[in-house]
Antibody
Protein backbone atom coordinates (compact mmCIF):
# COMPACT_ATOMS: atom_id res chain seq x y z
CA UNK A 1 0.00 0.00 0.00
CA UNK A 2 0.97 3.63 -0.40
CA UNK A 3 2.88 4.76 2.66
CA UNK A 4 5.58 6.97 4.06
CA UNK A 5 7.71 5.57 6.87
CA UNK A 6 9.85 7.93 8.90
CA UNK A 7 12.94 7.40 11.00
CA UNK A 8 12.83 7.17 14.78
CA UNK A 9 12.84 9.72 17.55
CA UNK A 10 15.90 11.89 18.11
CA UNK A 11 17.29 13.78 21.10
CA UNK A 12 19.76 16.54 20.26
CA UNK A 13 21.61 19.27 22.10
CA UNK A 14 21.18 22.92 21.17
CA UNK A 15 23.40 23.83 18.24
CA UNK A 16 23.45 20.31 16.84
CA UNK A 17 21.88 19.04 13.61
CA UNK A 18 19.25 16.41 12.95
CA UNK A 19 18.43 14.51 9.76
CA UNK A 20 15.04 12.84 9.46
CA UNK A 21 14.25 10.33 6.74
CA UNK A 22 10.97 9.52 5.02
CA UNK A 23 10.83 6.34 2.91
CA UNK A 24 8.08 6.09 0.32
CA UNK A 25 6.54 2.92 -1.00
CA UNK A 26 3.56 1.87 -3.08
CA UNK A 27 3.76 4.68 -5.63
CA UNK A 28 6.14 6.20 -8.16
CA UNK A 29 8.34 8.35 -5.94
CA UNK A 30 9.55 10.65 -8.71
CA UNK A 31 6.01 11.57 -9.78
CA UNK A 32 5.49 13.60 -6.62
CA UNK A 33 7.20 15.83 -4.14
CA UNK A 34 7.44 15.70 -0.38
CA UNK A 35 6.42 18.46 1.99
CA UNK A 36 7.71 18.59 5.55
CA UNK A 37 5.42 19.83 8.30
CA UNK A 38 6.21 20.16 12.00
CA UNK A 39 4.12 20.42 15.13
CA UNK A 40 5.48 21.74 18.40
CA UNK A 41 4.01 20.17 21.56
CA UNK A 42 0.38 21.22 21.96
CA UNK A 43 0.58 23.51 18.93
CA UNK A 44 -0.69 23.60 15.36
CA UNK A 45 0.84 22.53 12.06
CA UNK A 46 3.66 24.48 10.42
CA UNK A 47 4.77 23.91 6.82
CA UNK A 48 8.54 23.81 6.55
CA UNK A 49 9.16 23.33 2.89
CA UNK A 50 8.83 21.11 -0.17
CA UNK A 51 11.11 19.15 -2.44
CA UNK A 52 10.38 17.71 -5.86
CA UNK A 53 11.39 14.06 -6.05
CA UNK A 54 11.43 14.50 -9.82
CA UNK A 55 14.22 17.07 -10.10
CA UNK A 56 15.22 18.07 -6.57
CA UNK A 57 13.76 21.58 -6.74
CA UNK A 58 13.03 22.98 -3.30
CA UNK A 59 10.95 25.70 -1.69
CA UNK A 60 11.62 26.47 1.98
CA UNK A 61 9.70 28.49 4.53
CA UNK A 62 11.50 31.80 4.90
CA UNK A 63 11.92 31.46 8.67
CA UNK A 64 13.96 28.26 8.16
CA UNK A 65 16.06 29.44 5.20
CA UNK A 66 19.71 28.81 5.87
CA UNK A 67 19.05 26.15 8.53
CA UNK A 68 17.08 23.54 6.61
CA UNK A 69 18.05 21.33 3.68
CA UNK A 70 15.72 18.87 1.99
CA UNK A 71 17.06 16.16 -0.28
CA UNK A 72 15.91 12.97 -1.92
CA UNK A 73 17.52 9.67 -2.89
CA UNK A 74 15.55 8.31 -5.81
CA UNK A 75 17.42 4.98 -5.70
CA UNK A 76 15.79 4.24 -2.35
CA UNK A 77 12.65 6.42 -2.68
CA UNK A 78 13.65 8.28 0.43
CA UNK A 79 13.36 11.96 1.31
CA UNK A 80 15.48 13.64 3.96
CA UNK A 81 15.09 16.79 6.01
CA UNK A 82 18.15 18.16 7.79
CA UNK A 83 17.79 20.97 10.32
CA UNK A 84 20.93 22.65 11.68
CA UNK A 85 21.75 24.92 14.62
CA UNK A 86 18.94 23.39 16.62
CA UNK A 87 17.20 25.45 19.31
CA UNK A 88 14.78 24.45 22.00
CA UNK A 89 11.88 25.80 19.96
CA UNK A 90 12.69 23.26 17.23
CA UNK A 91 11.37 20.58 19.58
CA UNK A 92 8.47 19.13 17.64
CA UNK A 93 7.03 16.18 15.79
CA UNK A 94 8.22 16.32 12.19
CA UNK A 95 5.98 14.89 9.46
CA UNK A 96 6.53 14.23 5.79
CA UNK A 97 3.60 14.22 3.37
CA UNK A 98 3.23 13.43 -0.31
CA UNK A 99 2.72 16.64 -2.22
CA UNK A 100 2.47 17.95 -5.78
CA UNK A 101 0.75 21.21 -6.68
CA UNK A 102 -2.24 20.60 -8.84
CA UNK A 103 -2.45 16.96 -7.94
CA UNK A 104 -5.53 15.55 -6.21
CA UNK A 105 -3.06 13.46 -4.19
CA UNK A 106 -1.33 16.38 -2.46
CA UNK A 107 -1.13 15.76 1.30
CA UNK A 108 -3.18 12.56 1.03
CA UNK A 109 -0.42 10.43 2.60
CA UNK A 110 1.51 11.34 5.75
CA UNK A 111 4.33 9.67 7.60
CA UNK A 112 3.87 8.57 11.19
CA UNK A 113 5.90 11.49 12.51
CA UNK A 114 9.35 11.77 14.10
CA UNK A 115 9.75 13.36 17.51
CA UNK A 116 12.80 15.60 17.72
CA UNK A 117 13.67 16.85 21.18
CA UNK A 118 16.23 19.61 21.61
CA UNK A 119 17.49 19.79 25.15
CA UNK A 120 20.75 20.42 26.96
CA UNK B 1 2.06 34.99 3.59
CA UNK B 2 -1.60 33.95 3.41
CA UNK B 3 -3.10 33.93 6.88
CA UNK B 4 -5.70 31.22 7.51
CA UNK B 5 -8.11 32.06 10.34
CA UNK B 6 -10.25 29.30 11.77
CA UNK B 7 -13.22 29.63 14.11
CA UNK B 8 -14.21 28.59 16.61
CA UNK B 9 -11.09 27.55 18.51
CA UNK B 10 -13.06 24.95 20.43
CA UNK B 11 -16.33 23.28 19.45
CA UNK B 12 -18.21 21.20 22.04
CA UNK B 13 -20.90 19.20 20.26
CA UNK B 14 -23.61 16.81 21.38
CA UNK B 15 -23.45 13.38 19.74
CA UNK B 16 -25.71 13.25 16.70
CA UNK B 17 -25.79 17.03 16.32
CA UNK B 18 -24.25 19.00 13.46
CA UNK B 19 -20.98 20.92 13.65
CA UNK B 20 -19.53 23.64 11.45
CA UNK B 21 -16.01 25.05 11.25
CA UNK B 22 -15.13 28.24 9.44
CA UNK B 23 -11.84 28.99 7.68
CA UNK B 24 -11.07 32.39 6.18
CA UNK B 25 -8.00 33.30 4.14
CA UNK B 26 -6.37 36.72 3.94
CA UNK B 27 -6.42 36.56 0.14
CA UNK B 28 -8.21 34.63 -2.55
CA UNK B 29 -7.23 30.97 -2.86
CA UNK B 30 -8.15 30.74 -6.53
CA UNK B 31 -5.02 29.60 -8.36
CA UNK B 32 -4.07 30.85 -11.82
CA UNK B 33 -5.02 27.36 -13.10
CA UNK B 34 -8.60 27.97 -11.94
CA UNK B 35 -8.50 25.55 -9.03
CA UNK B 36 -8.87 26.44 -5.37
CA UNK B 37 -6.42 24.48 -3.25
CA UNK B 38 -8.11 24.38 0.12
CA UNK B 39 -7.79 21.19 2.16
CA UNK B 40 -9.26 20.05 5.45
CA UNK B 41 -7.46 17.69 7.81
CA UNK B 42 -8.49 15.79 10.91
CA UNK B 43 -5.93 15.02 13.60
CA UNK B 44 -7.00 12.59 16.29
CA UNK B 45 -5.00 12.57 19.52
CA UNK B 46 -1.58 10.99 19.04
CA UNK B 47 -2.04 10.50 15.30
CA UNK B 48 -0.76 12.04 12.09
CA UNK B 49 -3.08 14.43 10.25
CA UNK B 50 -5.52 12.77 7.88
CA UNK B 51 -6.82 14.56 4.81
CA UNK B 52 -10.62 14.69 4.68
CA UNK B 53 -11.36 17.17 1.92
CA UNK B 54 -9.30 18.51 -0.99
CA UNK B 55 -9.95 21.38 -3.41
CA UNK B 56 -12.70 22.78 -1.18
CA UNK B 57 -15.34 20.08 -1.49
CA UNK B 58 -13.87 16.75 -2.67
CA UNK B 59 -14.13 14.10 0.00
CA UNK B 60 -11.29 11.60 0.31
CA UNK B 61 -11.87 7.91 -0.14
CA UNK B 62 -13.03 6.32 3.09
CA UNK B 63 -14.19 9.59 4.63
CA UNK B 64 -17.78 9.31 5.87
CA UNK B 65 -20.30 11.31 3.88
CA UNK B 66 -21.33 13.19 7.01
CA UNK B 67 -18.25 15.35 6.29
CA UNK B 68 -18.64 18.03 3.64
CA UNK B 69 -16.67 21.05 2.50
CA UNK B 70 -17.89 24.20 0.81
CA UNK B 71 -16.90 27.76 0.06
CA UNK B 72 -15.06 29.88 -2.44
CA UNK B 73 -12.55 32.69 -2.72
CA UNK B 74 -11.61 33.45 0.88
CA UNK B 75 -14.41 31.86 2.89
CA UNK B 76 -14.66 28.12 3.51
CA UNK B 77 -16.59 25.76 5.77
CA UNK B 78 -16.28 22.19 6.97
CA UNK B 79 -19.52 20.63 8.15
CA UNK B 80 -20.18 17.44 10.03
CA UNK B 81 -23.86 16.58 9.63
CA UNK B 82 -24.11 14.36 12.74
CA UNK B 83 -21.12 14.20 15.05
CA UNK B 84 -19.98 10.77 16.18
CA UNK B 85 -17.57 9.89 18.99
CA UNK B 86 -14.80 9.06 16.51
CA UNK B 87 -14.89 12.64 15.17
CA UNK B 88 -13.18 13.99 18.29
CA UNK B 89 -9.92 15.70 17.41
CA UNK B 90 -8.46 18.86 15.94
CA UNK B 91 -9.42 20.03 12.47
CA UNK B 92 -7.15 22.16 10.30
CA UNK B 93 -7.68 23.95 7.03
CA UNK B 94 -4.67 24.44 4.76
CA UNK B 95 -4.16 26.45 1.61
CA UNK B 96 -2.00 25.04 -1.17
CA UNK B 97 -2.46 27.87 -3.67
CA UNK B 98 0.25 30.29 -2.56
CA UNK B 99 3.81 29.70 -1.32
CA UNK B 100 4.43 29.33 1.54
CA UNK B 101 1.67 26.84 2.25
CA UNK B 102 -0.16 27.78 5.42
CA UNK B 103 -2.45 26.13 7.93
CA UNK B 104 -5.23 27.46 10.06
CA UNK B 105 -4.70 27.40 13.80
CA UNK B 106 -7.00 24.43 14.32
CA UNK B 107 -10.44 23.79 15.81
CA UNK B 108 -10.78 21.28 18.62
CA UNK B 109 -13.98 19.23 18.37
CA UNK B 110 -15.07 17.57 21.59
CA UNK B 111 -18.18 15.85 22.82
CA UNK B 112 -20.33 17.69 25.36
Amino acid sequence: QVQLVQSGAEVKKPGASVKVSCKASGYTFTSYGISWVRQAPGQGLEWMGWISAYNGNTNYAQKLQGRVTMTTDTSTSTAYMELRSLRSDDTAVYYCARDWLGSDDAFDIWGQGTMVTVSS
Amino acid sequence: DVVMTQSPLSLPVTLGQPASISCRSSQSLVHSDGNTYLNWFQQRPGQSPRRLIYKVSNRDSGVPDRFSGSGSGTDFTLKISRVEAEDVGVYYCMQGTHWPLTFGGGTKVEIK
